[in-house]
């Protein structure tokens, strides 16, 4: 299929792109522009319109197998594509936990037949149990390229060491959830005054940099890539920065909804506020941006943890913890960082594609983040002045739990395009 992509403002961080012009996609890759006058098999006005490499998910909850009432990997994958993404990286913590090849490749193939690439993280742990080390080896052989405990940390730093050792022999990235589970004490959401005037026991940001502090040391001495997710407090962004002062292979990513809200936002005792790491304080929110500017943190991930309505229309005690953010990631982005932080828009095409592409370790004419000529046909089209209502029930994924609900933005994904084909749009 022959796709023109006319008068769009085309942004490819991974070269510097920014420019007005048309880009052809024939049989599945980025083609240069033919010398004599062709006719596409579809063209796409994309006048007024971003024109990026496909998005890229670091951070994804995709429920299967196990879970499959939350959310299956069919519906996940509708959810990315409607979101703008053609790459995801599913998280382990399924049931079974994704500690065996034969999940990975369950996975992986069923996300193939949905149109998009879907990358599934393999567990660091047996069972995500903290005690003994999966097959790193086996997984990478079942085509695993990065591993993960996400959901709680490895808490046992020897075994936690080891799993890094051993992903730096076989080059595979450690993505890494930063929780001192025992000093989350039964908290729910941010330990600070809000917390006291809802009368909900509070998580402080102890909780996460102590973590964060000790895997970097540990990347440190061991020489692996460490990817730190969904960070959330001043002194993580502060401590990152550090790290890669001294030039250790460390990188880390924030959501949407710690760029976007407050602890202080939090309207009532509601379970769609209720997502861990927590949403934190000013000083925190306003250092997640500016890590976001400066390359301190290179990725937006979504977090997406799709929930049955029982299991969020409930007190934040007893909610799960989690929100769905492949749907909504681009308006808010648009919204808060390109419009109200004045981000560049060059600045969000690397955040939301390029950079988790590079961190991944996928940069490039046969994986993502880059409109090269070559490259996979992996684009995404967003019109950054539409005007939006975020409306749950009208998710493709099957979790509706969102504290945005309703929220008037800016920035609508018009068209996405995985291995030349269009999986969302007209």
């Known amino acids: 299929m022959r796709i023109r992509i006319t008068n769009g403002r085309i942004l490819d961080a991974s070269c510097g792109r920014d420019e007005i012009g048309d880009l052809w996609i024939e049989d599945g890759r980025i083609v240069k522009a033919p010398s004599s006058e062709q006719a596409a098999d579809k063209e796409i006005d994309a006048t007024g319109c971003f024109v990026m490499p496909g998005l890229v998910d670091l951070h994804v909850h995709l429920r299967d197998p196990g879970l499959t009432y939350k959310e299956t990997v069919e519906t996940g994958c509708a959810a990315a594509a409607k979101g703008g993404y053609t790459t995801i990286f599913a998280m382990p913590n399924t049931k079974p936990v994704a500690d065996a090849g034969e999940i990975i490749r369950y996975v992986e193939e069923k996300g193939k037949k949905a149109g998009i690439h879907v990358h599934q993280v393999g567990a660091i742990t047996k069972g995500m149990q903290g005690k003994e080390l999966a097959d790193l080896k086996g997984l990478k052989e079942a085509g695993c390229i990065a591993f993960s405990e996400d959901g709680k940390s490895v808490m046992d730093s020897g075994v936690y060491r080891e799993a890094m050792r051993q992903a730096k022999e076989l080059d595979v990235a450690i993505f890494a959830h930063c929780e001192d589970i025992n000093l989350v004490q039964g908290g729910v959401m941010n330990l600070d005054e809000k917390a006291a005037d809802l009368g909900l026991p509070g998580i402080s940001n102890a909780v996460e940099d102590i973590i964060v502090s000790r895997d970097i040391f540990l990347a440190k001495e061991t020489g692996a890539r460490l990817h730190l997710c969904h960070c959330s407090t001043e002194d993580s962004v502060r401590m990152l920065r550090l790290a890669k002062e001294e030039g250790l292979p460390v990188s880390g990513e924030a959501c949407p909804h710690h760029f976007c809200l407050t602890s202080g936002d939090i309207p009532a005792d509601d379970g769609n506020y209720k997502m861990n790491p927590p949403l934190r304080g000013s000083m925190d929110r306003k250092a997640i941006v500016e890590g976001l500017r400066e390359g301190v943190l290179n990725a937006i991930s979504t977090d997406h943890a799709p929930h049955s309505e029982e299991e969020k229309n409930c007190s934040m005690k007893k909610a799960a913890f989690g929100i769905v953010g492949l749907e909504t990631v681009v308006p808010l982005t648009i919204t808060k960082l390109l419009r109200e932080e004045k981000f560049p828009a060059l600045r969000i095409a690397e955040l939301l594609s390029t950079g988790p592409a590079r961190i991944a370790g996928i940069?490039?004419?046969?994986?993502?983040?880059?409109?090269?000529?070559?490259?996979?046909?992996?684009?995404?089209?967003?019109?950054?002045?539409?005007?939006?209502?975020?409306?749950?029930?009208?998710?493709?994924?099957?979790?509706?739990?969102?504290?945005?609900?309703?929220?008037?933005?800016?920035?609508?994904?018009?068209?996405?395009?995985?291995?030349?084909?269009?999986?969302?749009?007209?």
């Open 363 to 426: 940069l490039g004419k046969e994986g993502a983040g880059t409109l090269e000529e070559g490259a996979r046909a992996d684009v995404t089209v967003i019109n950054p002045e539409a005007e939006i209502v975020v409306k749950a029930d009208a998710f493709a994924s099957k979790g509706r739990n969102t504290p945005f609900d309703g929220w008037k933005l800016f920035g609508e994904v018009k068209y996405t395009i995985c291995n030349g084909n269009i999986v969302s749009g007209e």
